[in-house]
């Protein structure tokens, strides 16, 4: 039981590049979600989706696209990277009660 | 949205000692209240929750405590330990699902 994962681990993109940050579940979760972390901040929620094929913005979507053809991955996808999306990037998914946090991708934007 | 504030942002103690940090929330339909430990360069990791029905809950040295009325909960540590060293945020959510972060309280435990 792998739990959360996520990958890459570390991401250097140049600007104007896109990317699909991967995550994925094998606890049979429903709801997933990302977020993202920068220096001094908590987590802001990106996207969420509360089962396959059923998406939604959270507080920062802007830039960023989701969508979730199955239980089991989550991933989310830079159209046109820009620097201020420079952070670490953590998947959650929920099962009953807790949410269980994947390792994170720290993507750096030149 | 919910507007959520942690207090200390900081806090320095001495192994032993106990340690509250507080978290006010704004939106009163709020009703899970988790507190989440992060080590440098490491996931955060759930160390306890509580329900709106609940009041108080507890886990060895680790308890929340909730004041739905004032809009608070906060999280108390007794007999700090080295390793309690870390960020803590609160994330109080009105699902369970969508969690709203705050800022978070960096805890420094000194031998």
């Known amino acids: 039981n792998a739990g959360v994962t996520q990958t890459p681990k570390f991401q250097v993109l140049k600007t104007g590049q896109s990317m699909t940050l991967q995550c994925a579940q094998d606890m049979n979760h429903e709801y997933m979600s990302w977020y993202r972390q920068d220096p001094g901040m908590g987590l802001r929620l990106i996207h969420y989706?509360?089962?396959?094929?059923?998406?939604d913005q959270g507080e920062v979507p802007n830039g960023y696209n989701v969508s979730r053809s199955t239980t089991e991955d989550f991933p989310l996808r830079l159209l046109s990277a820009a620097p201020s999306q420079t952070s670490v990037y953590f998947c959650a998914s929920r099962g009953t009660d807790t949410q269980y946090f994947g390792p994170g991708t720290r993507l750096t934007v030149l | 949205g919910e507007n959520v504030e942690q207090h200390p942002s900081t806090l320095s103690v001495q192994e032993g000692d106990s340690a509250v940090i507080k978290c006010t929330y704004s939106d009163s339909a709020s009703n899970y209240f988790p507190w989440y430990k992060q080590e440098l360069g490491k996931r955060p990791q759930l160390i306890i929750d509580?329900?709106?029905?609940?009041g108080e809950k507890k886990d060895q040295r680790i308890a929340v405590t909730l004041n739905k009325t004032a809009k608070h909960f906060s999280l108390h540590i007794t007999e700090t330990q080295p390793e309690d060293s870390a960020v803590y945020f609160c994330?109080?959510?009105?699902?369970?699902?969508?969690?709203?972060f705050g800022k978070g309280t960096s805890l420094l435990v000194t031998p």
């Open positions: 509580i329900r709106s029905n609940v």
């Open positions: 989706s509360v089962g396959a094929g059923i998406t």
């Open positions: 994330a109080p959510s009105t699902s369970g699902y969508a969690l709203n």
